[in-house]
């Protein structure tokens, strides 16, 4: 289900990536389609990777007769999927800004990306490091640290809702300015024609 909902939310980010390219003139589909594709498949390889037969990262998580890969495959879809939402509000704000202050004010996205791409990893990497070591630390058995990963759920839920939230202001403000252009453009035409 994790696995649905990041390529949801994958799609829908390509789909305002090439918008946003399209309108500056740099877009490469095939370079966007490709690093989509190979994103998806890397994380669908990670999180079945004990299905496939591979288990190099299973058999590392196994720690003292305790699995931590499970967990640390569902905290690392709630980090892809708080990466995807991160990222389609700051493609969406992008694509209001050339809207209403035109293609000057386009900036460098590769920069800001990266750091939203860091940010995410650093929060999934620590959290993994410092559960883990503490759950290790303090003998804890899975079913004592399953409460450590639903706690990062949580966490997810809170950075989820902020990031639809701002979304819903963010797309209320951009309505509000089409709307006030409309109007503006309705009081041009009848100034046009009573001239």
């Not at 290790?136 to 989820?160: A, D, E, H, K, P």
Request: hydrophobic share 55%; proline share 1%.
């Amino acid at each position: 289900m994790g696995l649905f909902w990041v390529a949801v939310q994958q799609f829908c980010f390509a789909c305002l990536k090439y918008a946003h390219d399209g309108i500056l003139g740099i877009g490469n589909t095939r370079r966007l389609l490709i690093s989509q594709l190979l994103a998806f498949a890397l994380l669908a390889v990670f999180c079945f990777e004990s299905e496939l037969g591979t288990g190099y990262l299973s058999n590392v998580l196994y720690i003292n007769k305790v699995s931590f890969y499970e967990w640390t495959v569902r905290i690392t879809i709630c980090g892809v999927m708080i990466l995807f939402d991160s990222l389609l509000v700051l493609y969406f704000a992008r694509i209001v800004r050339l809207y209403r202050f035109g293609i000057t004010a386009a900036s460098p996205t590769l920069k800001i990306d990266l750091a939203v791409f860091a940010f995410v990893a650093l929060l999934c990497c620590g959290y993994l490091y410092m559960s883990i070591t503490s759950a290790l630390r303090l003998n804890f058995t899975m079913v004592q640290y399953n409460w450590i990963g639903r706690f990062f759920i949580q966490i997810s839920n809170f950075f989820y809702i902020a990031l639809e939230v701002g979304g819903a202001v963010l797309a209320w403000s951009f309505l509000r300015h089409l709307l006030r252009d409309k109007g503006l453009k309705k009081t041009e035409g009848k100034a046009l024609n009573n001239a």
